[in-house]
Nanobody
Framework: VQLVESGGGLVQPGGSLRLSCAAS????????MSWYRQAPGQERDLVAR????????NYADSVQGRFTISRDNQKNVVYLQMNSLKPEDTAVYYC???????????WGQGTQVTVSA
């Protein structure tokens, strides 16, 4: 099983980034995909997730209206489009896959997002 995040980097406040998480080694369409983030000295928090296999989504209040999670079940990729970025969005962003059937949980290695002028 592999989850490989990409797309992080340094961006100015107000800018945009799109994170990608490429999945392999499991039946992607049967997994609920999520993005979490962890800032230095902070806990890992949920940013956005698919709450159902049918595509319902949930977002943290702090990113609602600015971030969009999406997935491509043909390519086995989940995305996080991040717009209007703020310095407080600075964190390591992690991709998570949780089996809808068994609850088994997988994590990616994380990608750094830094929002700074």
């Amino acid at each position: 099983v592999q989850l490989v995040e990409s797309g992080g980097g340094l961006v100015q406040p107000g800018g945009s980034l799109r994170l990608s998480c490429a999945a392999s080694g499991f039946t992607f369409s049967r997994f609920l995909m999520s993005w979490y983030r962890q800032a230095p000295g902070q806990e890992r928090d949920l940013v956005a997730r698919f709450s159902t296999l049918g595509g319902m989504t949930n977002y943290a209040d702090s990113v609602q209206g600015r971030f969009t999670i999406s997935r491509d079940n043909q390519k086995n990729v989940v995305y996080l489009q991040m717009n209007s970025l703020k310095p407080e969005d600075t964190a390591v962003y992690y991709c998570n896959a949780r089996s809808y059937d068994s609850g088994q949980n997988y994590w990616g290695q994380g990608t750094q997002v830094t929002v700074s002028a």
